[in-house]
């Protein structure tokens, strides 16, 4: 059964602070990893990762995905309270089928 | 350009009803997929459709169906419903089924009560 499984679920850290959130996966013909950002309900696009070891960056958040163990890592650094939200992690199969995790739940303190 | 729209944005039916919702995709988006985000499930996928046909459909009832039409439009049914269809039901839509692009709608809140 395919499955996506994040890490921790949720997580509480003041502004500045950098965070690390987890997103392991088992798939049957794995084409791509994705990360979205739910604040109110519409998950918006942050990164794609199809290849290992290839980190994307965009401003602080930065995604890197291992293709052999099977997981992928999404870092915020110097948080802010606009950071605050849902963060899902989705695997999208050969099928054309994505397979989302659950999401970590972000919240950042001034 | 205008993103995905979803109608109505907030619903609730009782047990036994049927519902229909819409979605709209972004204009020159072909493919449309439907969710459903529940607390405890997160995000499960329904089905996808691509020039009116379904190419996908998830791990659902038959109470769940949808069909889209000719201008990509595409509407979901869920008939018989019970207390646990309460969900955000969100679409998604992107150029055709090879494109990673999916842009989500704002989501249909139905409570079934």
């Known amino acids: 059964e395919d499955k996506v499984v994040q890490s921790p679920l949720s997580l509480v850290v003041h502004e500045g602070d950098t965070v690390t959130l987890n997103c392991s996966y088992e798939?049957?013909?794995?084409?791509?990893l994705l990360w979205y950002k739910q604040e109110k309900k519409a998950p918006t696009f942050l990164f794609m990762l199809t290849s290992s070891g290839i980190e994307k960056k965009s401003g602080r958040l930065s995604s890197i995905l291992d293709k052999k163990e099977l997981f992928s890592i999404l870092n915020i650094t110097a948080t802010q309270t606009g950071d605050s939200a849902v963060y899902l992690c989705?695997?999208?199969?050969?099928?054309?089928?994505?397979?989302f995790g659950t999401g970590t739940r972000l919240t950042v303190i001034p | 350009k205008a993103g995905v729209t979803q109608t109505p944005r907030y619903l609730i039916k009782t047990r036994g009803q049927q519902v229909t919702l819409s979605c709209s995709p972004i204009?020159?988006?072909?493919?449309v997929s439907w969710y459903q985000q529940t607390p405890g499930q997160g995000l499960q996928f329904l089905f996808e459709y691509f020039s009116e046909t379904q190419r996908n459909k998830g791990n659902f009832p038959g109470r769940f169906s949808g069909r889209q039409f000719s201008n990509s439009r595409s509407e979901m049914n869920v008939s018989t419903l019970e207390l646990g269809d309460s969900a955000l039901y969100l679409c998604a839509s992107s150029l055709g089924p090879e494109d990673y692009g999916y842009t989500f709608g704002s989501g249909t809140r139905l409570t079934v009560v």
């Open positions: 204009s020159g988006h072909r493919s």
């Open positions: 798939v049957t013909n794995f084409r791509s």
């Open positions: 989705a695997v999208q199969t050969g099928a054309n089928n994505l397979f």
